[in-house]
């Protein structure tokens, strides 16, 4: 009997441990465990692509062939396919693939770069604002409420006029905009964390207030707001072809998706290939960006974890 027992509960436990592998599957990278789901399969995906993206942004002075300022008017117009222009010609005669490569440049520093301003501060201001607590939470709770209350693309095109339509006018255009979106996610995460054991225990041998926020609550919290910083880079990549095809964002003839697109839109009926080329390109960038930030919700938030 007992050794009938044993084998129950070793063919239990072989079961147990065969559902374990197939719902999860361990990469080479022995700290990360992922879901062996759609959701890994479309994250790493779109990071394929994101990192492919970024090889020909940084390689378009190789790859594009062509100077993407320089026109020739008797090349005007020339379809997807012709001899010498894989993706065509625009309206003054400048190759399509050349703009679209250094567009790209433009479109992922602005999301890349605003990103990381925003992050970094909604990051530190939620931490503080949650941790310190009293007038400090209160009137940054405020502010935040306020400039949620505001359309996020009002308020964008507001704060472009007064700084300017520049690259890093539009940076900062972006990342005032959309910094307290970490602020509010980090604030929320550290008013839990800091009612864990592990806090109270710092906090009774004497760990100053920020010591405690940078080596317990901040590695606790960083998870969430990379992966909403995935998601937004996205949303800041419209956000900045947007504000480029109403003319308050790169301006022309320096190639920028948004002003290719605000260029093209005279001649959809005679070269479909100005506007739809580039929308596509935004389109693709910022669902790559929102898959990826899906797939990371899934992997850095505890509360997605089985």
Not at 63 to 73: F, I, N, S, T
Not at 170 to 197: D, F, N
Request: hydrophobic letters at 50%.
């Amino acid at each position: 009997m007992s050794d009938l027992r044993g084998a129950r509960i070793n063919d239990g436990a072989s079961l147990n441990q065969s559902a374990r592998t197939e719902g999860t599957r361990r990469l080479p990278f022995g700290w990360l465990r992922v879901r062996c789901g759609g959701g890994a399969t479309w994250g790493i995906g779109a990071a394929l692509f994101l990192v492919l993206e970024v090889i020909l942004a940084v390689g378009a002075p190789f790859l594009a062939g062509y100077d993407p300022l320089k026109g020739d008017l008797d090349q005007r117009l020339l379809a997807p396919g012709t001899a010498g222009h894989l993706l065509g010609t625009d309206q003054l005669g400048r190759d399509l693939l050349a703009r679209m490569l250094y567009g790209a440049r433009i479109s992922l520093v602005v999301g890349v770069v605003a990103v990381a301003v925003a992050g970094t501060v909604g990051v530190v201001a939620g931490l503080v604002m949650a941790y310190r607590g009293g007038w400090l939470d209160i009137v940054g709770s405020r502010l935040v409420d306020v400039q949620l209350s505001f359309p996020f693309m009002a308020l964008a095109l507001s704060i472009a006029a007064v700084l300017g339509a520049s690259l890093m006018g539009i940076i900062a255009t972006l990342a005032i905009s959309s910094w307290v979106l970490y602020a509010r996610l980090v604030r929320g995460e550290t008013l839990v964390m800091k009612q864990q054991e592990f806090v109270d225990a710092a906090r009774t041998m004497g760990a100053p207030w920020w010591r405690i926020l940078v080596r317990h609550i901040l590695p606790n919290v960083v998870g969430p707001a990379i992966a909403l910083g995935s998601l937004e880079a996205g949303r800041l990549i419209v956000a900045e072809s947007s504000l480029s095809f109403l003319g308050y964002g790169i301006q022309p003839p320096i190639p920028a998706w948004g002003n290719m697109l605000a260029e093209g839109k005279d001649y959809m009926a005679r070269a479909w290939w100005l506007t739809v080329l580039p929308g596509l390109a935004v389109s693709l960038t910022c669902l790559s960006t929102t898959l990826l930030g899906d797939w990371l919700t899934e992997i850095l938030d505890p509360r997605q974890r089985n």
